[in-house]
T-cell receptor, first 115, second 111 residues
């Protein structure tokens, strides 16, 4: 299995620009999670989907952030407009709940720098 | 909100030494997970624990799910240079899918 795939791996943009991060979960997994990692706040859950439906978006910082999961094999996290404080590493993770056990597997992350 | 307290924050040890780190919480979790993150990469799952009292090994790594469901520890025996990285604990309540992460333990191993 290829694991969770994220693109791009690195993104540098200017303040005010739109940023779109992409994720392909592990085939067969029915849950998908978006995290943000910074030195100050560590790993924070932004939003997660179950069977393509957003379940909890309480971690989304503000309206500038939006996430979609149009099908079981693709999700996007969009920031519009981007701000310097959005600079962080964004991780996507996926999991499958089976027999009372659920383990999340992470992608390699997208390193975002907003100038 | 829920928080996990992970300690120590960092460790600098000699190759061959054993390492121990732990996580505690004020809340009960039904699953404890331990991840390792290498520079420039995403967290990689090391060990998953699903039952209170469970003791699980993965090579030189051993982790335990505390009886109270509020804590877990990870031990690394006979450390080697490639053990360097950041280790995270994570707790999960059943049926939510949400993981709560500890602050991480940065491990450095001197050859």
């Amino acid at each position: 299995d290829a694991g969770v795939i994220q693109s791009p791996r690195h993104e540098v943009t200017e303040m005010g620009q739109e940023v779109t991060l992409r994720c392909k979960p592990i085939s067969g997994h029915n849950s998908l999670f978006w995290y943000r990692q910074t030195m100050m706040r560590g790993l924070e859950l932004l939003i997660y989907f179950n069977n393509n439906v957003p379940i909890d978006d309480s971690g989304m910082p503000e309206d500038r952030f939006s996430a979609k999961m149009p099908n079981a094999s693709f999700s996007t996290l969009k920031i519009q407009p981007s701000e310097p404080r959005d600079s962080a590493v964004y991780f996507c993770a996926s999991s499958s709940y089976s027999g009372g056990e659920e383990t999340q597997y992470f992608g390699p992350g997208t390193r975002l720098l907003v100038l | 909100g829920q928080q996990l307290n992970q300690s120590p924050q960092s460790m600098f040890i000699q190759e061959g030494e054993d390492v121990s780190m732990n996580c505690t919480s004020s809340s009960i979790f039904n699953t404890w997970l331990w991840y390792k993150q290498d520079p420039g990469e995403g967290p990689v799952l090391l060990i998953a624990l699903y039952k209170a009292g469970e003791l699980t090994s993965n090579g030189r790594l051993t982790a335990q799910f505390g009886i109270t469901r509020k804590d877990s520890f990870l031990n690394i025996s006979a450390s080697i240079p490639s053990d360097v990285g950041i280790y995270f604990c994570a707790g999960q309540r059943s049926n939510t899918g949400k993981l709560i992460f500890g602050q991480g333990t940065t491990l450095q191993v001197k050859p």
